[in-house]
């Protein structure tokens, strides 16, 4: 019990950290040095306001000085990182791996939120993925350097030709994305997680098409739909692996 809990409470702190790298990545700002200010009235946030999830509802998810709304992306991302971490944690255990996919998760979340709200997913977190992932296909001992140099281009190259074909309709966030994923998964689990991060894609597509939110041909954020093929192949890639080689078998 201790160990879940002193779990849960990292995702959010964490989860509180991703929420200042989704608002000032997209404006070029520093997410270390700068403290955490209000982004209406650029008064100071004082240390008992940014106390994960409860600060927002004691504050009425409010700002303390200019009361101006908070919007409730905060407390949905310290959430989701949370909840994400506690998943990840009740797969793998106390694991390399465990870390490995937490900072790939957590991650994941930013580019989505970021990709979701701007249409972009920024070279700086990919890189920060690149460098992580490498070390970590050092440590990572449930796949083989190979498998993960592998996984590096299993889905990017068939995005990256996707992309050529149709005239740049593939963003290249999107391949460099599925390619430093694929240092964390190898090749199996990150071509199931193209299959699904598309499937995903095309059922919320077609639906929002249905519901005229979208145009036939508008193009529309890729990175939250392959972000959550990843997260589903983190957490049930291998049993979905299993099943599919005993269906054949």
């Avoid at 990182?81 to 900072?103: D, K, P, R």
């Avoid at 508008?218 to 049930?236: D, T």
């Amino acid at each position: 019990m201790i160990i879940p809990l002193f779990i849960l409470i990292l995702g959010l702190l964490i989860g509180s950290f991703l929420n200042v790298c989704i608002h000032r990545i997209p404006l070029n700002q520093t997410v270390v040095t700068e403290p955490s200010h209000c982004p209406v009235c650029g008064r100071r946030i004082k240390w008992y306001d940014l106390i994960p999830v409860v600060s927002y509802i004691l504050l009425q998810g409010k700002c303390r000085f200019c009361k101006n709304k908070i919007s409730i992306r905060y407390p949905l991302v310290e959430l989701l990182n949370a909840a994400a971490y506690l998943l990840i944690y009740n797969t793998y255990g106390l694991s390399v791996q465990l870390l490995g996919m937490a900072f790939l998760v957590s991650a994941l979340i930013v580019i989505s939120f970021i990709d979701f709200a701007h249409s972009i997913i920024p070279d700086r977190i990919i890189v920060v993925l690149l460098i992580a992932g490498i070390i970590y296909s050092f440590f990572n001992n449930s796949i083989t350097i190979l498998e993960a140099v592998i996984g590096f281009f299993a889905a990017s190259v068939p995005l990256l030709i996707i992309a050529v074909l149709s005239g740049g309709n593939m963003g290249g966030g999107d391949i460099k994305l599925m390619a430093v994923s694929g240092l964390f998964l190898g090749w199996k689990l990150i071509l199931l997680s193209l299959i699904l991060g598309s499937c995903i894609g095309s059922v919320i597509g077609i639906i929002l098409i249905v519901l005229k939110k979208i145009k036939l041909k508008q193009r529309i954020p890729y990175g939250p739909f392959l972000s959550a093929g990843i997260f589903i192949s983190i957490i049930y890639g291998q049993d979905f692996l299993r099943w599919y080689l005993n269906f054949y078998k």
